[in-house]
């Protein structure tokens, strides 16, 4: 079984920065790509940030620019820099393990309000 745990959420005035962390641990034997998406009060759950472990990466336009994605394969941890928050970022923004065969797992996620 695999556990994926998101932190680094918080309460942030607009125009400010936020890191999220999300680690994945137990039966880890191949990621393949790590992700993270956010879901907003009455929105649906949308991509916002997508790194293979390969290295490539892939932004949503809403975020492209302000947010920068990256990953420690050693670790197999994923990070989300946030920067230029904005109202509209506030979110529950989860994190997803995608590992060889398709096989995924969501973590349980983390608050992020950007608000002054």
């Known amino acids: 079984q695999v556990q994926v745990v998101e932190s680094g959420g918080g309460l942030v005035q607009p125009g400010g920065s936020l890191r999220l962390s999300c680690a994945a641990s137990g039966s880890i034997f191949s990621i393949t790509a790590m992700r993270w998406y956010r879901q907003a009060p009455g929105k649906q759950r949308e991509l916002v940030a997508h790194?293979?472990?390969?290295?490539?990466?892939n932004y949503a336009d809403s975020v492209r620019g302000r947010f920068t994605i990256s990953m420690d394969n050693a670790k197999n941890t994923v990070y989300l820099q946030m920067d230029s928050l904005k109202p509209e970022d506030t979110a529950v923004y989860y994190c997803?393990?995608?590992?060889?065969?398709?096989?995924?797992?969501w973590g349980q996620g983390t608050q992020v309000t950007v608000s002054s």
């Open positions: 997803h393990v995608n590992q060889a065969g398709n096989v995924g797992q």
């Open positions: 790194i293979t472990s390969g290295g490539r990466t």
